[in-house]
């Protein structure tokens, strides 16, 4: 019977050499007070950001006419979350993995009506408001075809929508219930009512800020902030921290990817950029099965450097 | 009650069974062989001293709620302690794995060490995203609106919804750490059964 | 006054500082952090490790 070959990236020898005494309980008492002074200097020093939550009311109040233009792209379609697809709709087919549609196969399972979510419910909630009501009334009651006329002509109009004096000003005529209906959302968001409005639609008690995230993330307010504090994909803002901070440097090829075509310009974007990184992560935990890559240790020698004193005193 | 009936209890074979695997002079051991001789093996127990810190901290936010820290100086000098920690902590573990790719450290049985400590990494991101989602300010609604989009690409993101602070605080402070907990124990466990991995062969070196 | 005790020495919230390589775009901090873990690395490779003479001993 032929001896088991012995490949020395995958076997190690058996150590037959001295042991030394070594006291494990102790280095683990040193190095958890080590870490722990380190951390306290580190936190005494430079502290840890904190930039306030955005709010729809801080929104509408500084950039009006972003709040009121996405407000609008909500009624009539043409947001990013009316568009996305699942798990919130079924407007799109969402991202491609080749013949792979993911999220459409598992379907919409937190679904979000943009024309309700961020409008129409938000402004039901509002009591008192018999204009308002008979305009939400005639909306209800409405077909599918002629809310859309009221929005298109609206939306047109839109183009040269204004504030004057708190109020928003928008010149349509045909545009039914939605003149009052975006009038009052506006008023709505000012006040901090639709903050409020948003999360409370599924119960008093919630931690789920899934409208709330969604309606700012569809306008450009809060994409503007993030800019400024390169925090955007194209700024490489995965691994970037607000102010001078350091963020998540384990994040750099992660990020990298989106520099990179086809991934920078790709409606299919991110999820290409998850399976290059599933390969790569699957690639790493098993580096002990990979021929060549396990081989890089023994190549270059740094261990040399590592056991310098075991292999002097073998000579 | 016979001594094969004690034998053949689950209590029994459990105890032996680790006993014969880990005995406390393994378990705990007092000398080690003498090619561990360099700065780059305190890395490990760095890592796990820092884990040791971003836990405690993380308990100490707990205490007061996830809005404390906003509002108070010492709530936000505990966060500032959670971060930094928990920086401490990926600065050790990625050093930890450069030194442990270098030396080979799989070799000789021990690919699971190496597996499980990749895996422990992967989940140690999981955490460090989620807590960052838990800071419920700029930063989190800013990574939140912007992580959904991968997420929601791998249709993962129907049943872990990164906008659900709830859900995400909960996966931060209770599933993700006992991730972490076990498969770092279960990872520091098979170093202490395999042992430490011997150097390379490199009998170039032995005079002839 | 005691609060005081907790605010940081030198918060870092002014705008970051970012620098610019062809697509690279990295923030001074991170740099600044990895350059560190690339140093530390080093030193934990050459530097001595104490307790040489007792190893030897022992061999």
Redesign the interface.
């Given at each position: 019977m032929t001896a088991k070959r012995f490949r020395?990236?995958?076997?190690?020898?058996?150590?037959k050499?001295?042991?030394?005494?070594?006291?494990?309980?102790k280095?683990?008492v040193i190095?958890?007070v080590?870490?722990?002074i380190?951390?306290?200097l580190?936190?005494?020093v430079?502290?840890?950001?904190?930039?306030?939550?955005?709010t729809v009311k801080g929104w509408s109040n500084s950039d009006p006419m972003d709040f009121a233009a996405t407000a609008l792209s909500e009624l009539n379609g043409t947001s990013g979350t009316a568009q996305?697809g699942?798990?919130y709709n079924n407007a799109s087919t969402?991202?491609q993995l080749g013949p792979l549609t993911?999220?459409k196969?598992?379907?919409?399972?937190?679904p979000v009506n943009a024309a309700n979510a961020f409008v129409v419910n938000p402004l039901r909630s509002l009591p008192e408001q018999p204009v308002l009501s008979a305009d939400l009334q005639q909306w209800s009651n409405a077909s599918a075809t002629t809310r859309a006329g009221w929005v298109n002509n609206y939306t047109h109009a839109a183009n040269h929508m204004k504030v004057v004096g708190g109020q928003l000003v928008v010149s349509a005529s045909n545009a039914g219930p939605v003149q009052v209906m975006m009038s009052d959302l506006f008023q709505m968001a000012r006040t901090g009512a639709l903050d409020q409005a948003l999360v409370t639609q599924k119960g008093f008690y919630?931690?789920?800020?899934?409208l709330p995230?969604?309606f700012?993330?569809d306008g450009a307010y809060?994409a503007n902030?993030?800019q400024k504090q390169h925090?955007t994909?194209d700024q490489w803002?995965?691994m970037n921290?607000?102010g001078n901070?350091?963020g998540?440097?384990?994040?750099w090829l992660y990020t990298f990817w989106y520099q990179v075509s086809p991934m920078n310009t790709s409606g299919?974007g991110?999820?290409l950029?998850?399976a290059i990184m599933m390969l790569l992560?699957l690639g790493?935990?098993?580096?002990?099965?990979i021929p060549g890559l396990?081989t890089?240790?023994?190549k270059?020698k740094?261990?040399?450097?590592?056991?310098r004193?075991?292999?002097r005193g073998?000579? | 009650m016979s001594t094969t009936e004690v034998d053949r209890q689950w209590t029994t074979r459990l105890r032996k069974r680790v006993t014969a695997k880990l005995p406390p002079e393994k378990l705990?051991?007092?000398?080690?062989?003498?090619?561990?001789?360099?700065?780059?093996y305190?890395?490990g127990?760095?890592t796990?001293?820092?884990l040791?810190?971003v836990i405690a901290?993380g308990c100490l936010l707990a205490l007061r709620g996830p809005q404390w820290?906003?509002g108070s100086?010492?709530g936000?000098?505990v966060?500032?302690?959670?971060?930094?920690?928990v920086?401490?902590f990926?600065?050790a573990m990625?050093?930890h794995l450069?030194?442990k790719?270098?030396?080979?450290a799989?070799?000789?049985?021990?690919?699971l060490t190496?597996?499980t400590g990749?895996?422990t990494f992967?989940t140690s991101?999981a955490a460090?995203f989620t807590g960052?989602l838990c800071?419920?300010?700029?930063?989190?609604?800013?990574i939140?609106?912007?992580a959904k989009?991968?997420i929601?690409?791998?249709?993962a993101?129907?049943?872990w919804?990164v906008?659900?602070?709830?859900?995400m605080?909960m996966w931060h402070i209770v599933l993700l750490p006992i991730a972490a907990v076990l498969l770092t124990a279960f990872h520091v466990l098979l170093v202490r059964v395999k042992?430490v991995?011997?150097?390379?062969?490199?009998t170039a070196?032995?005079?002839s | 006054m005691i609060?005081?005790w907790?605010?940081?020495i030198f918060p870092l919230n002014s705008l970051g500082h970012y620098i610019q390589w062809h697509i690279i775009q990295i923030s001074v901090a991170n740099l600044v952090?990895i350059v560190?873990?690339v140093v530390?690395?080093l030193?934990?490779?050459f530097?001595p490790?104490p307790?040489?003479k007792r190893?030897k001993e022992?061999?």
């Open positions: 020395p990236d995958v076997d190690a020898p058996e150590w050499g001295g042991h030394t005494p070594y006291d494990i309980v280095e683990g190095a958890l080590v870490v722990a380190l951390t306290v580190l936190a005494v430079f502290g840890s950001p904190d930039e306030p939550a955005l996305y699942a798990p969402g991202q993911l999220a196969w598992v379907g919409d399972r937190i919630t931690t789920d800020y899934t995230l969604l700012l993330a809060m902030i993030a925090l994909g803002g995965m921290e607000t901070y350091p998540q440097a384990w994040l299919n991110d999820i950029v998850w992560t790493l935990v098993l580096v002990p099965f396990r890089i240790p023994r270059t740094v261990y040399r450097l590592i056991w004193e075991h292999y073998l000579t | 705990l051991p007092d000398t080690q062989p003498s090619y561990v001789s360099s700065w780059i305190v890395f127990v760095t796990m001293a820092a040791a810190v901290t820290w906003h100086s010492v936000h000098f966060n500032s302690l959670h971060l930094w920690s920086e401490i990926f600065f990625v050093i450069w030194g790719y270098f030396m080979a799989w070799r000789g049985g021990r690919a190496w597996m990749v895996v992967v991101i460090a960052y800071q419920t300010n700029f930063d989190s609604q800013w939140s609106t912007q989009d991968g929601n690409a791998t249709g993101g129907a049943f919804n906008l659900n602070m709830g859900q605080l042992g991995v011997p150097p390379f062969d490199d070196t032995v005079a | 609060l005081g907790f605010a940081a952090v560190l873990m530390t690395f030193v934990a490779l530097a490790f307790g040489r190893r022992n061999r």
